[in-house]
């Protein structure tokens, strides 16, 4: 994505991707629709999704679920500032995330009270996610 962002043309091209979801279960509370999107990472990648959200200012969790396992991301007013992936916590989480190409993600309202495991800059957790995702595919090959 180039900057400026023209954010209303990348909402019709997101919209084209995303489904929103009927119903959703909040597994903590058990209370109904809540609202989010819900979307395929072979549509979307990690990396497009948390570029909308954040270049657009939001608030919300993003659940993934693949088959290497399930993560959580926050974004509180456009900031990332949590992840988990498995046992991973943090910027580690967040990486290994990156990496993730195909599976599911929803999003959901986050609590503004979220505990902050990450204090880098958007930018910079995505250049580092992408050198790290290089360097393991060069390793592979």
């Not at 990348?10 to 979307?39: H, I, M, N, Q, Y």
């Not at 290089?134 to 390793?139: G, L, Q």
Request: charge should be negative.
């Amino acid at each position: 994505m180039s900057k400026p962002i023209d954010q209303e043309m990348l909402f019709l091209k997101l919209r084209k991707f995303v489904v929103r979801p009927e119903t959703r279960e909040d597994s903590a509370t058990g209370s109904g629709p809540e609202g989010g999107v819900a979307g395929s990472l072979s549509d979307m990648s990690f990396a497009d999704l948390i570029q909308m959200v954040t270049a657009s200012g939001k608030t919300m969790s993003i659940a993934l679920t693949t088959k290497e396992g399930r993560g959580e991301v926050v974004v509180l007013n456009g900031d990332v500032v949590h992840a988990t992936a498995g046992d991973k916590e943090g910027e580690a989480a967040f990486y290994q995330m990156m990496r993730w190409q195909e599976g599911t993600f929803v999003t959901s309202r986050a609590a503004n009270n979220a505990c902050r495991t990450i204090n880098a800059p958007v930018m910079s957790l995505l250049m580092e996610g992408a050198r790290l995702a290089d360097e393991s595919d060069a390793a592979k090959h």
